[in-house]
C-alpha cells in the first residue's frame, strides 16, 4: 500500500469553499482507483465521490453539484473541491484507494477535519 495523506480540512462558514488534497507519498500505481468518504460526528462513514482510471466520477447525492473530485495522475495526488459548503458537511474527511478491478478500498489517509459553521 501507499502511504496517503491528506490536507486542507479546516473550520469556514456556511457557503464557503475548501479543496481537499490526498497525496500518495510515492507513486500510486496507475492500476488505482480513488475515492473519498467522509464520518460526521457520532455518525458512520460514507461515501462522498469516487474516480475512475477513466476519469468518470461518481458523487453522493448529498454533495452532487457542490463537489468535485478530481486527480493529477503526474502528482499522485486525489483532490476534493467543495463548494457551498453546508453545516452538514461537517465531518473527518477520509481519501481512499483500491484496486480498479475490487470493491473494496483497502488504503486509507488519517483524515483530515473539516467543521462548516451556520
Known amino acids: 500500500v501507499v502511504p496517503l495523506v491528506e490536507s486542507g480540512g479546516g473550520s469556514v462558514q456556511a457557503g464557503e469553499s475548501l479543496r481537499l488534497s490526498c497525496a500518495a507519498s510515492e507513486y500510486a500505481d496507475s492500476r488505482y482507483c480513488w475515492g473519498w468518504f467522509r464520518q460526521p460526528p457520532g455518525k458512520e462513514r460514507e461515501g462522498v465521490a469516487r474516480i475512475e482510471r477513466s476519469g468518470t466520477a461518481t458523487y453522493a447525492d448529498a454533495v452532487k453539484g457542490r463537489f468535485v473530485i478530481t486527480y493529477e495522475n503526474t502528482k499522485s495526488t486525489l483532490y476534493l473541491q467543495m463548494n457551498a459548503l453546508k453545516p452538514d458537511d461537517t465531518a473527518m474527511y477520509y481519501c481512499?484507494?483500491?484496486?480498479?478491478?475490487?470493491?473494496?478500498?483497502?488504503?486509507w489517509g488519517q483524515g483530515t477535519q473539516v467543521t462548516v459553521s451556520s
Open positions: 481512499a484507494t483500491r484496486w480498479c478491478w475490487s470493491t473494496e478500498y483497502n488504503n
